[in-house]
């Protein structure tokens, strides 16, 4: 089983940085590769949207909303991908998920994987 564990969201006013990380871990094995990874975001009464995506050569994609506020990168030794958020906008305020489209390992290879989600809220 993949575990995707984020951390470094919070409450930060308009304006303000935080960033994101998200550690991939096996309950059993090795890890040996991951493929894309990707942040996604989720608000009240929203549907999920993916905010930027690094492959493993390190091409990204953003979405609209976030280009030239958000940059993402991945620590492939870290099995990390992290989410660097500047000038947060309250729009910005959502549950915040990784998702790891592939992952092969010794145990084989999963598809999908996703995080528990983090929160970040943005105030005035």
């Known amino acids: 089983q993949v575990l995707l564990v984020e951390s470094g969201g919070g409450l930060v006013q308009a304006g303000g940085s935080l960033r994101l990380s998200c550690a991939a871990s096996?309950?059993?094995?090795?890890?040996?590769?991951?493929?894309?990874m990707r942040w996604y975001r989720q608000a009240p009464g929203n549907e999920r949207e993916m905010v930027a995506m690094?492959?493993?050569?390190?091409?990204?994609e953003y979405a609209t909303s976030v280009k030239g506020r958000f940059a993402i990168s991945r620590d492939d030794a870290k099995k990390t991908v992290y989410l660097q958020m500047n000038n947060l906008k309250i729009e910005d305020t959502a549950v915040y998920y990784c998702?790891?489209?592939?992952?092969?390992?010794?145990?084989?290879?999963?598809?999908?994987?996703w995080g528990q989600g983090t929160q970040v809220t943005v105030s005035s």
């Open positions: 998702k790891i489209d592939r992952l092969t390992s010794s145990r084989g290879s999963y598809y999908d994987s």
């Open positions: 096996l309950s059993s094995g090795v890890i040996f590769g991951i493929g894309d």
């Open positions: 690094i492959a493993r050569d390190g091409f990204s």
